[in-house]
Nanobody
């Protein structure tokens, strides 16, 4: 199973990029999926989470500006980021809890990360 994130880059403050993360590989069922971010010298923190029923959770710092969504038919999650600020600069990682067909239990996977740099 692989998670491939895309959509990052250099963005001006106030911009509205959208990150995507496609899950591919063995047959699976996706449970919780989310986005994390890690700024230089800091720990990796949760940005947004979406359950398989569509419930969402956001970090206080992004509430009202970011929106997480998922398209189960495309095995893809998105992070729409609006009103970006320089402090949003970080590497953004997608994450997924998956049930792999033919295996017991849940497995957690990380994407490779995509850099988002917000210029002031």
């Amino acid at each position: 199973v692989q998670l491939q994130a895309s959509g990052g880059g250099l963005v001006q403050a106030g911009g509205s990029p959208r990150l995507s993360c496609v899950v591919s590989g063995r047959r699976f069922s996706a449970n919780n999926m989310g986005w994390f971010r890690q700024a230089p010298g800091k720990q990796r923190d949760l940005v947004a989470l979406i359950t398989n029923s569509g419930s969402t959770t956001y970090a206080d710092s992004v509430k009202g500006r970011f929106t997480i969504s998922r398209d189960n038919a495309k095995n893809t999650i998105y992070l729409q980021m609006n009103s970006l600020k320089p402090e949003d600069t970080a590497v953004y990682y997608c994450n997924a809890d998956l049930e792999i067909w033919g295996r017991l239990g849940n497995y957690n996977f990380w994407g490779q990360g995509t850099q988002v740099t917000v210029s002031s």
